[in-house]
């Protein structure tokens, strides 16, 4: 009876030394490779947390932005952004404003009012009228469908503040 299950496992033997040579050789081979092509992780810079923006607010192209539901006056408005380290929406670029257009609705307040008959963004940077222009006679801006337009700073709006992410993280 011995006989027969030690024949049996000798018989399997060129069997086992194959299957054991062929993956000494992948480890091997898999060590080579790791060796000769390190990871570059450390070149890197490290992933941002996950939650680069406040609870509730949307994020795009390094900043975060709020939506509000409740509608107030221009000043309240930017004073609620305020309150969260943030300001009325700064738009600067047509990728920006292309993304806004599509994600506001019922044309909220941004941060772009006028002083001395020109538009000034609350971040103190006069308008780039290349950017668009302000239609309207008013003195506070919003987005509207079709761009950007400005009515009187005491009539009410939701508003959309934005909040810059630091890119020192």
Not at 126 to 139: H, M, Q, R, Y
Request: glycine letters at 6%.
């Amino acid at each position: 009876f011995l006989t027969f299950i030690f024949s049996g496992l000798f018989s399997n033997i060129w069997l086992w030394r194959a299957v054991a040579g062929v993956l000494t050789a992948a480890v091997i081979l898999i060590s080579c490779i790791q060796f000769a092509n390190p990871s570059p992780a450390k070149d890197l810079p490290e992933c941002p947390p996950l939650e680069l923006c406040p609870s509730g607010w949307l994020y795009f192209q390094r900043k975060c932005y709020y939506l509000s539901e409740r509608e107030d006056a221009w000043n309240s408005s930017q004073s609620h952004c305020s309150s969260h380290n943030a300001s009325l929406l700064v738009i600067e670029n047509h990728q920006e404003l292309s993304f806004m257009m599509k994600i506001t609705k019922q044309d909220p307040w941004i941060g772009l009012s006028k002083r001395n008959e020109e538009f000034f963004w609350v971040n103190g940077k006069a308008l780039d009228n290349e950017l668009f222009e302000v239609k309207g006679s008013g003195s506070c801006a919003y987005l509207e469908p079709k761009g950007v337009s400005a009515s009187g700073c005491y009539l009410t709006r939701k508003w959309v503040c934005s909040l810059g992410i630091n890119s020192a993280q």
